[in-house]
C-alpha cells in the first residue's frame, strides 16, 4: 500500500480569487465576534426535488447538501481535495483498493455514534434499485461487483464496499479509477442514518424532528415550499471551527423580487439574479459576484423523433443558433459559446482540455447560409413541409428567455415553426426520462473535476443519459478513459469520444456557465467550487 496525500490538488485548477470568498482569516477569532449576529439568510430562486442526499440528483439541492452532509473527503476553497470525515486514506499499488480511517468520535447531529458500518449501509441503499437513487450510477461504473448487485445478478459479499471495524472504510473498484477521489466529494457518498430511515421511509426529510445529518449544520425548522433553516451543528467534528450560528434558505422563485430584498438588506445573499441587471450590478454592487464553473448549458435533441432523426437536421437547427446573441444580449453574461460537450476547465501539463479542439461546423454567430442549405438537403428547402418543433423548458424567467429566443432564430433563419410549453422542474425533468420531449432545456454542471463527469452523461444504459444517444464505440472509449493511468492516453481517449458524439451532433451546445451570484460583503470566508458547490462552514458575518 502507499500512502496517500493528505491534501491533494484537484485536477481543475481554476481561481476564485474574489475577497468575499478567501480563506480562513487567522486573525478572526470569537472574540472579534463577539456582538456580532451570525445569522444569514440566502435566497433560493429553484425549489429541489428533495433533499435526501442518497436519492437527488438535483443541483437545486447543492446549497442544503454540502452543508447539512459530509463525505469522507471535500474540498477547500483553492479546489483542493481534502480530508473531510476520513482523516487518512491508503491506496492500493494497482490503485484499485481505497482504505479510509475515519477520525474519531464521529457523530450524527442528533448526537449517536457515526461508524464505518453507516457508510455501508449508506451506499448499498444508492445500489437498491426500490431506493431509485438517481447517481447509483457513481457506484455501478466505479465498484467492484455494485453494477451485477445492482441489476440483481450478483451478490451483496461481491460488492468491493467493507467496513473490517467502526473506523475503517474499504472500497474497492473495478480497475484503476485515478479521478475517483474526486467522485467521493459528492453528496451521494454522504451517509445518512439507518435508524431514521427505516422509521420515516421517504418522509425524514420533510421535517425538523426527523433529519438527521452529519455536517456543520443541522435542520432546525422546514416550511415547505417556503424556507429550511439550518443551525451550527454541535456534533460536527470541526464545530470549534463554524461560526454562523443560523442559516435561513428562504426560497423566493423570482430573482427581480430576491434582488430587491437583498439591495433592502432583508436577505444577505441569493443564488440567480436576474440577467437583465447583470450589467448594472457588476459595475455598482459590492455584493456581486462570478466565478469560473466547469459546466455547459445545452438543448436535447429527440432523434427518435422525425424528423431528428436526420443528422442534416439536427446540425441545421445547432449552425442556426447565433451563441454570441444569447450570451450577450439575452444573458448578458460572461459565459461563453460552447461547440462541444465537456467544459473548459480541466488543465493537464498547462493544457486545458478545450484547446485545439474543433467547433464541429458551429460558430459563435449563426452560420444562417450553411443552416439553410444543410435543411435543404434534408428535403426541406426555406423550411416547407418542417413540422412545428416541440420545444419545451423548465419553469425559469431566464431560460424562458432562452428559448424564446431560440424560437425567433429558427424562424428567423430557417422559417420554422416552434411551439413552446413549459413545467416545474421535477414534472418536466420526469417527461425528460421517459423521452417524452421534442427538443428541450438540459444542460450539466460538473459532479467532479475532470472531463468524465460529462462523458458519461452520454453512455448507453446511464441513468444521467437523456439525450437519446446510443453508441458502443462511444461506450467502449469511455469506458477505456476511465481506466486508463496515463493521463495523457485518457484525455486523448476523452476528445475521441467527445468527437463522436458531437459529430453526430447529439445535443445542441449554447455555452460555458459561469457562475454568477451575490453575497453582502458582510458574509465573509464563504466560497464556491468551479461544481457550483457553495461552502458555509467556515464563513462568518463581520
Known amino acids: 500500500m502507499k500512502k496517500a496525500v493528505v491534501c491533494i490538488t484537484g485536477f481543475l485548477l481554476l481561481s476564485l480569487a474574489f475577497s468575499a470568498c478567501g480563506g480562513r482569516t487567522a486573525g478572526t477569532d470569537s472574540a472579534a465576534l463577539q456582538g456580532k449576529s451570525q445569522k444569514i439568510i440566502f435566497a433560493l430562486q429553484n425549489v429541489p426535488d428533495g433533499l435526501d442526499p442518497g436519492i437527488t440528483n438535483n443541483s437545486f439541492a447543492a446549497p442544503f447538501l454540502f452543508n447539512l452532509f459530509e463525505g469522507l473527503i471535500t474540498y477547500d476553497k483553492d479546489n483542493n481535495i481534502i480530508p473531510a470525515l476520513a482523516e487518512s486514506w491508503t491506496i492500493s499499488d494497482d490503485g484499485t483498493v481505497y482504505t479510509f480511517r475515519l477520525r474519531a468520535g464521529l457523530k450524527w447531529s442528533d448526537g449517536s455514534p457515526l461508524t464505518a458500518r453507516d457508510f455501508v449501509y449508506s451506499y448499498f441503499r444508492v445500489l437498491d434499485p426500490k431506493v431509485a437513487a438517481q447517481y447509483s450510477v ?128 432583508e436577505i444577505d445573499g441569493l443564488r440567480f439574479p436576474p440577467a437583465s441587471e447583470t450589467a448594472r450590478l457588476k459595475s455598482q454592487s459590492d455584493a456581486f459576484r462570478a466565478v469560473p464553473s466547469f459546466a455547459t448549458t445545452y438543448y436535447l435533441i429527440n432523434r427518435n423523433v422525425k424528423p431528428f432523426d436526420d443528422v442534416r437536421v439536427r446540425k441545421a437547427l445547432s449552425m442556426a443558433i447565433d451563441r454570441e446573441d444569447i450570451i450577450s444580449n439575452v444573458l448578458q453574461s460572461s459565459d461563453t459559446p460552447a461547440f462541444g460537450l465537456v467544459s473548459p476547465g480541466y488543465v493537464l501539463d498547462g493544457e486545458d482540455f478545450r484547446d485545439g479542439r474543433p467547433n464541429y461546423g458551429l460558430s459563435s454567430t449563426a452560420d444562417v447560409e450553411g443552416a439553410r442549405k444543410l435543411l435543404a438537403e434534408a428535403g426541406y428547402p426555406d423550411g416547407q413541409g418542417f413540422p412545428t418543433i416541440q420545444l419545451s423548458y423548465y419553469t425559469d424567467r431566464t431560460v424562458r428567455s432562452i428559448v424564446e429566443a431560440l424560437q425567433q432564430m429558427w424562424k428567423k433563419n430557417l422559417n420554422i415553426n416552434t411551439e413552446i410549453s413549459t413545467q416545474e422542474w421535477a414534472v418536466y425533468y420526469d417527461a425528460v426520462q421517459r423521452m417524452d420531449y421534442q427538443i428541450g432545456a438540459m444542460g450539466w454542471g460538473g459532479d467532479y473535476l475532470h472531463p468524465m463527469t460529462f462523458l458519461t452523461t452520454m453512455t448507453s444504459n446511464n441513468p444521467t443519459n437523456v439525450t437519446s444517444y446510443s453508441n458502443a464505440q462511444y461506450d467502449a472509449l469511455v469506458a477505456a478513459a476511465q481506466m486508463e493511468v496515463d493521463p495523457v492516453k485518457a484525455v486523448a481517449l476523452m476528445q475521441e469520444a467527445e468527437d463522436m458524439a458531437m459529430e453526430d451532433v447529439s445535443i445542441l451546445p449554447l455555452y460555458h456557465r459561469s457562475i454568477v451570484f451575490m453575497m453582502a460583503p458582510h458574509v465573509k470566508d464563504f466560497y464556491m467550487t468551479p461544481l457550483a458547490n457553495l461552502y458555509f462552514r467556515s464563513a462568518y458575518v463581520e
Do not use: C, H
Open 138 to 265: 457513481m457506484f455501478t461504473d466505479f465498484v467492484k461487483g455494485a453494477e451485477e448487485y445492482y441489476n440483481g445478478t450478483g451478490s451483496r459479499d461481491q460488492v468491493g464496499i467493507a467496513a473490517p471495524d467502526d473506523n475503517t472504510l474499504i472500497l474497492t473498484l473495478k480497475g484503476p479509477t485515478p479521478f475517483f477521489l474526486g467522485i467521493l466529494g459528492m453528496w451521494t457518498f454522504s451517509p445518512v442514518k439507518q435508524a431514521v430511515v427505516d422509521q420515516e421511509g421517504e418522509r425524514w426529510t420533510l421535517s425538523a424532528n426527523t433529519f438527521v445529518s452529519n455536517g456543520p449544520f443541522k435542520v432546525s425548522d422546514i416550511k415547505l415550499g417556503e424556507s429550511v433553516t439550518a443551525v451550527k451543528n454541535e456534533y460536527y467534528w470541526d464545530a470549534a471551527n463554524v461560526r454562523l450560528e443560523e442559516i435561513v434558505f428562504r426560497y423566493i422563485l423570482e430573482p427581480a423580487t430576491a434582488l430587491t430584498a437583498l439591495e433592502a438588506g
